[in-house]
């Protein structure tokens, strides 16, 4: 048999930092995924579409649950109108 590998202390260190890195990277991949779910969720109830809402439908700017969701497309908060057709928002990170 051959002579042990000698154990390299700052290969090890360099080692769980990279771990550590990649760690965090994909909790941050499954928070974005989650938001990106939350945000873009359009949910069926009792034969409606029902869009997340963009805070306006109530006539003001405001984060209550008074308008949380909203049936009208024209206040959903990811959807755009563009030349009588409403598109779904991307945002495009780069």
Same mark, same amino acid.
């Given at each position: !048999?051959?002579?042990?590998? !000698?154990? &390299?202390?700052?290969?090890?260190?360099?080692?769980?930092?990279?771990?550590?890195?990649?760690?965090?990277?994909?909790?941050?991949?499954?928070?974005?995924?989650?938001?990106?779910?939350?945000? &873009?969720?359009?949910?069926?109830?009792?034969?409606?579409?029902?869009?997340?809402?963009?805070?306006?439908?109530?006539?003001?700017?405001?984060?209550?649950?008074?308008?949380?969701?909203?049936?009208?497309?024209?206040?959903?908060? &990811?959807?755009?109108?563009?030349?009588?057709?409403?598109?779904?928002?991307?945002? !495009?990170?780069?």
């Amino acid at each position: !048999m051959g002579k042990p590998e !000698m154990f &390299n202390y700052q290969d090890y260190v360099k080692a769980q930092e990279k771990i550590r890195e990649l760690e965090q990277e994909v909790e941050q991949l499954r928070r974005d995924r989650a938001n990106l779910e939350i945000r &873009n969720r359009i949910l069926r109830a009792d034969g409606f579409i029902l869009f997340e809402c963009d805070g306006l439908k109530c006539g003001q700017n405001h984060e209550c649950r008074q308008c949380h969701r909203t049936t009208d497309i024209s206040h959903a908060k &990811n959807f755009a109108k563009v030349n009588d057709q409403y598109f779904e928002k991307i945002k !495009m990170e780069g």
